[in-house]
């Protein structure tokens, strides 16, 4: 299973960006597709997460500003970005949690698309 990221890139304060993720591979169901940042010097974190019903969870800090889609049929994760702001920073990486293979569950990373915002 491979999970491709892309979308990054520079955008000046309240632009908007938006993320793909595509996980490709003998996958029968992914249960949870997220985003995670990872900021210069700081922790990963949670972004965005959608699981395959649909229930979402937000960071507070993006909370209203960020928007996550997945496509289940497809096996895709978005992450529209808009009214991007400095601290917005980092880089991005896309997660699918148990990805379901054959009898059994396995999470999977993929590689970080970097995010700039400044002007």
């Known amino acids: 299973v491979q999970l491709q990221a892309s979308g990054g890139g520079l955008v000046q304060p309240g632009g908007s960006l938006r993320l793909s993720c595509a996980a490709s591979g003998r996958i029968l169901t992914i249960d949870t597709m997220a985003w995670y940042r990872q900021a210069p010097g700081k922790q990963r974190e949670l972004v965005a997460s959608?699981?395959?019903?649909?229930?979402?969870n937000y960071v507070d800090s993006v909370r209203g500003r960020f928007t996550i889609a997945r496509d289940n049929v497809k096996n895709t994760v978005s992450l529209e970005m808009n009214n991007l702001k400095p601290e917005d920073t980092a880089v991005y990486f896309c997660?699918?949690?148990?990805?379901?293979?054959?009898?059994?569950?396995?999470?999977?990373w993929g590689q970080g698309t970097q995010v700039t915002v400044s002007s």
């Open positions: 959608m699981t395959y019903r649909g229930r979402t």
């Open positions: 997660k699918a949690d148990r990805v379901r293979i054959g009898l059994s569950f396995y999470d999977f």
